[in-house]
């Protein structure tokens, strides 16, 4: 078996905490692809207990799925064995070939972007990394972004990958020497035709 799964009632937790720790550490590491706690959450006041089932299943390498009823947690078993042996395509999103498809997925990942918002922008602009060097202006110019879409874009555009501290982040005059750079190199690369 590429899987396992423990179960979990949080009402059993409350009254017995050590059990899932012990259920958790008989699972050998490595012996299985994937590892799930599926916790049936019946009790009101879940927040708690939730958080230290999920510490746990967490620091051991555990997938935790949630459900509401025993029927939930039924269903889910019973998905989970249906596709054991399935590639991870057989869930996956199916994306078309061509370019604007792919676009627009990108930029519909932004709040708010619509996939006619997305070909509207791949249409004006003609790739992702025009959309990308656009201003706010020449982006609000397009039918249907207006003010708010915009800022989004801008604020995902301008957002790094990778959270920095505050203690880590460049002064304003180093940021600014950074921007300054990102453009020569953009300019540079439309110039040798690499960029749009």
């Known amino acids: ?12 937790h409350l009254l017995q905490p050590e059990y899932i720790i012990h259920r958790i550490k008989a699972v050998p590491r490595g012996a299985y692809v994937l590892r799930i706690l599926l916790v049936w959450v019946d009790v009101d006041d879940a927040a708690k207990p939730l958080g230290e ?3 746990s299943a967490t620091l051991n390498d555990f997938t935790i799925v949630c459900a509401w009823s025993a029927e939930e947690c039924a269903r889910y078993l019973e998905i989970f064995k249906a596709y ?23 930029l ?34 397009c039918p249907g972004l ?8 801008v604020e995902a555009f301008q957002t790094p990958f990778k959270k920095t501290s505050a203690a880590a982040a460049p002064s304003p005059a ?6 300054q750079q990102q453009q020569r190199r953009q300019q540079q690369g439309q110039q040798q035709g690499l960029w749009g």
């Open 174 to 179: 180093k940021q600014t020497s950074l921007q």
């Open 1 to 12: 078996a590429s899987g396992c799964a423990l179960f979990l009632s949080l009402r059993y």
């Open 146 to 153: 207006g003010p708010t879409k915009v800022a989004r874009l």
């Open 53 to 55: 089932v999920t510490k």
């Open 84 to 106: 054991e042996h399935k590639p991870a395509a057989a869930i996956q999103e199916r994306l078309d070939a061509d370019y604007i498809s792919r676009l627009s997925a990108a």
């Open 108 to 141: 519909c990942a932004v709040r708010g972007i619509n996939r006619t918002d997305a070909v509207t922008l791949g249409m004006t602009f003609g790739s992702l990394a025009a959309i990308l060097s656009a201003s706010a202006e020449e982006l609000e110019a």
